[in-house]
DNA sequence: CAATAGATCATCT
DNA sequence: GATGATCTATTGC
């Protein structure tokens, strides 16, 4: 079943926490979600959106449940979905997923043969699933690019703390992956 | 093993 | 013109 809108409409850190365990779904390749990263609004340093409204923020400011992609470092793709009501920023960044479908698909667009390196960072994940800056803005509660609950009981205990990869406010723990598990980053 | 350099560009100052 | 929510290859213990 595809996440409804009201999935996304609520505190970022909750979302962060229950979209562990979800599958993204992009064409035919999909993935489970095995770690997340929260960026809660304007008060967030680390936070896009805590440089206010402008043209590559303005996805993270509107209607919760659209992914907002952006290019970093000249090479990688992050995707992130957007939480909290339309006005109110806050998106969750996903870190890490565990191949499902169209596993070899996504071996020839990583050019590695191992599963466990082939989404188990965030510019791994884009490439894998082929996720570029077309998708930014796109509704993932509707079409060809969604997250769905496949039903799968969650998977205990979480883990949670600091976030990777930043500079300010780097040691909040927003950071949340499922522990043991052997998709999950670094 | 750990540390670092290089790739390379959208976005903002 | 500087910076960055990364990754890989390479160098140096």
Same mark, same amino acid.
């Given at each position: 079943?595809?996440?409804?809108? &009201?999935?996304? /409409? ?6 962060? +926490? ?17 770690? @997340?990263? %929260? ?10 959106? &805590?440089?206010?409204? @402008?043209?590559?923020? =303005? ?6 449940? #659209? ?12 995707? !992130?979905?957007? %939480? ?16 499902? +479908? ?6 020839? +667009? ?9 989404? &188990?960072?965030?510019? =791994?994940? @884009?490439? *894998?699933?082929?996720? /570029?800056?077309?998708? !930014? ?6 079409? /060809?690019? @969604?997250?769905?609950?496949?039903? &799968?009981? *969650?998977? #205990? ?21 499922? =522990?043991? !598990? +052997?998709?999950?980053?670094?």
């Amino acid at each position: 079943m595809i996440l409804p809108r &009201s999935f996304y /409409d609520r505190p970022t850190v909750e979302v962060a +926490r229950d979209l562990l365990g979800k599958v993204v779904v992009h064409g035919s390749a999909a993935g489970r979600i095995v770690e @997340t990263e %929260a960026y809660v609004g304007m008060h967030d340093a680390a936070a896009h959106a &805590s440089r206010g409204l @402008t043209p590559r923020t =303005k996805v993270i400011f509107g209607e919760p449940g #659209h992914a907002y992609v952006y290019f970093i470092y000249g090479m990688y793709y992050c995707l !992130n979905i957007v %939480a909290e009501a339309e006005g109110s920023p806050g998106c969750v960044l996903i870190r890490a997923l565990e191949p499902l +479908r169209g596993i070899a698909l996504m071996r020839r +667009r990583r050019g590695v043969e191992r599963l466990e390196a082939l989404a &188990s960072g965030p510019g =791994k994940l @884009t490439l *894998a699933m082929g996720i /570029d800056l077309r998708l !930014n803005g796109a509704d993932v509660t509707e079409g /060809d690019f @969604t997250v769905e609950d496949d039903g &799968s009981p *969650a998977e #205990h205990p979480i883990a949670e703390g600091p976030r990777i990869g930043i500079r300010k406010a780097a040691d909040w723990p927003l950071r949340f992956w499922l =522990k043991g !598990n +052997r998709f999950v980053s670094r």
